[in-house]
């Protein structure tokens, strides 16, 4: 099974830039590719598939030896693939409602990764006790990495990512699942905004309300930031503070996600997860018309619907689900739908 490792990386200013270069020329690779598929289908009705760019890759090396040709062949080639799953789960999301958003084309901002083949373009070595790691890319070098915890099996691919001034490597391996004693116990979870989950058994895992917890920070922060001049160095300096704010928001979920997973897990042989629909729930209120005046509307108590949504959202039981379908899997029970074996 593969496994993902996620390190904080430190690299020097020039490979700093390398790298941001590397991030730069994929995502117009990236952007290219998009354009042909769409202009192809706009034009002549044809459809492009991976296979037919990924064949165009060595003119395009060789049309561009000192930009795209001094990068990996391999991860051009898992951009390639990236831009086929992105048009793949376009076609499923239009087979399934009739009407989805088209992929769109990314700016260098919003293109934040790069994956490669492990030994083909990217090195991964393990750290020694008290020293650093090393992943080496090709057209970056030799990165120093901070390995918090052992990287168990064989290294398959490695990423780069960038999270805005920060850089992290990805480690994906592939390793032999473990599988777990038995506990006998088989319970059902209901998940909730006053109680984050209830379990069939009586046990509950209180709600952390983590976007509440620093909600006065960031509508601060959103506040300085309107009011400062649109590209001076003070309106740049709040955007860093507040994505800051929002990144540790984020990961103070997902910790809690995955370790009130682990607990389920490991305590558990049989896990039935409520399966939820989240964007129906979140979705806003329709209009009331007013019968009695044209033009007129009744209230739809969106304001209570506003803050019952950022409750739901911020609860994030999506993630916490993904983060249970990793562990050990979820048997799904709502309308017949069935899930994962389990453990």
């Not at 209830?198 to 983590?210: M, Q, R």
Request: net charge positive; aromatic share 8%; proline share 4%.
């Amino acid at each position: 099974m593969r496994r993902a490792f996620k390190f904080r990386a430190y690299p020097t200013r020039p490979q700093e830039g390398r790298a941001a270069r590397l991030l730069a020329d994929h995502c117009d690779l990236y952007n290219a590719a998009l354009e042909e598929r769409r202009e192809a289908w706009r034009i002549r009705r044809v459809s492009v598939s991976y296979d037919m760019q990924s064949a165009q890759l060595k003119e395009i090396r060789r049309a561009d030896p000192h930009g795209q040709g001094g990068h990996s062949f391999a991860a051009q080639q898992q951009t390639l693939r990236r831009l086929s799953t992105v048009f793949a789960a376009f076609y499923t999301r239009a087979r399934r409602k009739g009407k989805a958003g088209y992929p769109r084309f990314k700016p260098y901002s919003r293109f934040s990764q790069v994956g490669f083949v492990a030994g083909n373009g990217a090195k991964w070595t393990r750290a020694e006790p008290g020293g650093w790691a090393r992943a080496v890319f090709q057209a970056v070098g030799s990165v120093k990495v901070r390995q918090h915890r052992p990287v168990p099996g064989t290294v398959k691919v490695l990423q780069l990512k960038r999270e805005h001034r920060r850089w992290y490597v990805i480690v994906i391996t592939d390793t032999e699942a473990e599988p777990l004693l038995a506990t006998g116990r088989a319970v059902g979870v209901d998940v909730g905004v006053a109680r984050f989950l209830t379990t069939s058994d009586g046990e509950i895992v209180a709600n952390p309300k983590l976007l509440a917890a620093s909600a006065e920070v960031i509508a601060d922060l959103q506040r300085r930031k309107a009011r400062a001049r649109r590209g001076s160095g003070n309106r740049r300096r709040i955007r860093r503070q507040l994505a800051k704010e929002w990144r540790k928001v984020r990961n103070r979920r997902r910790d809690f996600h995955h370790k009130a997973a682990r607990a389920l897990v490991n305590t558990c042989d049989v896990i039935a997860l409520e399966k939820v629909n989240v964007a129906g729930m979140t979705r806003r209120p329709a209009p009331k018309p007013d019968p009695g005046k044209a033009g007129a509307f009744l209230p739809n108590l969106a304001t209570a619907k506003a803050g019952l949504n950022k409750s739901i959202l911020d609860a994030g039981w999506a993630q916490f689900a993904a983060s249970q379908q990793q562990k050990g899997g979820v048997f799904s029970l709502l309308n017949g739908d069935r899930g994962a074996t389990l453990r």
